[in-house]
């Protein structure tokens, strides 16, 4: 059956279309059974639940928590180094366009509580080995305004095509999600009664408790690419059953170029260990699920050696005639037989002990997951072997956390990824101007109001003649937003250590330039022009006092002595804070028009400079 608009005219997405989609769906969901098996398993394992229950729901083997700590550990280092974007410009005149969206990217972070999607994507990304980022455009927000939203995907509802590396290379990709079937007839009114609840077809999780399907619709976000010519025009189709909820391509009016403008789809999947012929990787839980299982087992077979050595039990001779109630109870003084009671009546049982090599190797387990890891204790706030320096403890973190950093490396391209799709939101649908509060200079309270006037496409003439569009690009560099608490006490050392060295002093401003230009720490161009602008600023100070000097020599010199004081010279003649001697020729003159031949050059550039201000021309 052939959808039709009230023209009678045939559309371009109707049920033959979704018909071809489901099965496009179900085969791809084939494709990734193995990869939905895997994570259904590692969440299992992250509860602690990898191990089987008896009838009574006990596990038959105990859980240590060897692997837990491995992946909280992982995610509280990803999380010191939650990331911040820096928009930097490709031409000189977008300077200005870059530092705004700098300020106001973080607003919009903020706004989609990101700090919360980034941690979920963190955890997702430890334990199966990738994380999902979903980034759309939502109509419903400010009022209907709309703006950004940010989400952290489930993998076990994104399918795609299987053999890519990159999910911008799927020919489709559908997005699965479960809807309450009354408030999605309420929002389509002219499907009432024609949505049925169907068997949602995602991998389910074993659930600790019941969650029922019964009154829900699977609706599927239905992404697909074509081309106009060489450009790639994303569309997007809802659909429920055979049912079009919604069609770009069967809107063509209002959506000339597909669903966004920037043609991609909207996820980003960031991998943790990649993997060939897929865009998602494998996590810490796959690398060490034996390893845990080892010490399962191992760690089980220990605690039941120490209660079986614990608990004394006996073998009693059935004619042995002794009576078991008051053998068994310790407060009894006597126990009570009958006959003769003979050495091989009651005899205790002998529980072999286990010895310290098992002991060892589970200790030897245990070093090697924390090897392999990279979960060492420096980076965990444990023993640092007697070191209390922060430089130092900085340091052996630095040494030991090198998996960690590239783990955020990759991390922060996938946050890049995100940021990019976010500017490319922005530029097609922020038209109207909208206020940010931002932070602005010192971290003050700032107001900034901005639109995609700018960034839009700008269409370029030479000599009367279209020559195309200017497209406004950015570049996106991605940076820690907090550093750890022993690398800020070793930042603050390095800060004490450079201005006892006298580096921030403006007589030094040469050889500071030098040490500083040499050194490699964060934030060192701001050093760099702080000693810039405090150079020239004593420089312009020192111009200014010398002619101040001149001109009170001339008109006041009563008030020499506290123009001295003021620029910084003491009795001796020397400028107490750029440390130049000056000598009371230097401040000799006869007139504010005239120099004596003996006057020090610094007061004649001073005094040329007031003179060429004074004389109108």
């Known amino acids: 059956m052939e959808i039709k608009d009230s023209n009678s005219i045939v559309l371009p997405i109707g049920q033959e279309q979704i018909k071809k989609a489901w099965q496009d769906l179900m085969k791809y969901k084939g494709d990734k059974a193995q990869l939905d098996k895997k994570i259904v398993s590692n969440e299992q394992w992250w509860k602690l639940r990898q191990w089987n229950l008896t009838e009574d729901g006990k596990e038959e083997t105990k859980a240590s928590t060897r692997l837990w700590n491995v992946v909280v550990s992982k995610h509280a280092e990803a999380m010191d180094a939650f990331p911040e974007p820096n928009m930097l410009p490709r031409r000189s005149d977008d300077r200005e366009e870059a530092k705004k969206l700098t300020s106001i990217m973080p607003v919009i972070l903020e706004q989609n509580n990101f700090r919360k999607v980034y941690s979920d994507i963190q955890w997702y990304k430890l334990k199966q080995g990738g994380g999902v980022y979903g980034i759309f455009w939502d109509t419903t927000k400010h009022g209907g305004l709309g703006d950004i939203t940010i989400k952290d995907i489930d993998a076990l509802s994104l399918f795609w095509e299987s053999g890519i590396k990159d999910i911008q290379d799927s ?15 309420g929002r389509y009114p002219d499907l009432k009664d024609n949505l049925k609840g169907d068997n949602y077809i995602v991998t389910k999780y074993q659930y600790d408790d019941n969650v029922d399907t019964t009154d829900k619709t699977t609706v599927v976000d239905w992404y697909y690419h074509k081309y106009n010519g060489s450009q790639k025009i994303l569309h997007y189709c809802k659909f429920a059953g055979t049912q079009v909820l919604f069609s770009t391509e069967n809107d ?20 943790l260990f990649p ?12 690398i060490f699920k034996g390893e845990q299982e080892d010490l399962d087992l191992l760690g089980t077979a220990v605690v039941q050696n120490a209660l079986q050595a614990a608990k004394s039990r006996y073998f009693i001779r059935g004619d042995g005639a002794v009576n078991e109630e008051e053998f068994a109870d310790w407060n009894k003084d006597f126990v009570h037989t009958n006959g003769n009671l003979g050495e091989d009546s009651i005899k205790k049982i002998e529980v072999p002990l286990l010895n310290g090599n098992y002991l060892d ?14 979960n060492w204790d420096a980076n965990n706030g444990g023993s640092t072997s007697g070191v209390t ?15 960690s950093r590239d783990s955020s490396g990759m991390s922060y391209e996938g946050f890049r990824l995100v940021v990019s799709q976010c500017v490319e939101l922005v530029r097609q649908f922020y038209d109207l101007p909208r206020q940010f509060r931002i932070l602005g200079d010192y971290g003050q309270e700032a107001f900034t109001t901005y639109s995609n006037a700018y960034i839009k496409p700008q269409e370029q003439t030479m000599n009367g003649t279209n020559i195309g569009y200017r497209r406004v690009e950015f570049d996106i560099e991605v940076v820690p937003q907090k550093a750890t608490v022993y690398s800020k006490m070793a930042q603050n050392e390095l800060a004490i250590q450079l201005y006892n060295l006298g580096v921030f002093a403006p007589q030094n401003v040469d050889p500071a330039l030098a ?33 101040a000097l001149g001109m009170a020599q001339q008109y006041d010199p009563g008030a020499m002595n506290m123009i001295a004081q003021i620029v910084g010279i003491g009795g001796n003649g020397t400028n107490l804070i750029s440390g130049a001697r000056v000598s009371p020729e230097m401040i ?8 004596k031949p003996e006057e020090h050059g610094f007061v004649q550039n001073a005094r040329a400079q007031a003179r060429g201000a004074a004389i109108p021309n």
């Open 361 to 374: 190797l589970i200790e030897a387990k245990h070093a090697e997951m924390k090897e392999n890891s990279g």
């Open 588 to 595: 000799k003159t006869d007139a504010l028009g005239g120099v």
């Open 389 to 403: 320096a922060a430089a130092a403890i900085a340091a052996m973190q630095e040494a030991g956390g090198k998996q």
């Open 515 to 547: 040490l500083i230009e040499a050194m490699d720490f964060d934030h060192k161009e701001k050093i760099i022009e702080k000693i810039k602008k405090n150079a020239d600023l004593q420089q312009r100070l020192v111009q200014l006092g010398q002619l």
């Open 252 to 271: 063509p009016e209002n959506y000339p170029n597909g669903w966004y403008d920037h043609g991609l789809y909207p996820f980003v999947i960031d991998p």
């Open 171 to 185: 020919k489709q990709v559908f997005y699965v999600t479960l809807e309450d079937t009354e408030s999605l007839e």
């Open 275 to 286: 993997v060939m012929g897929t865009p998602f990787g494998y996590g810490y839980i796959d």
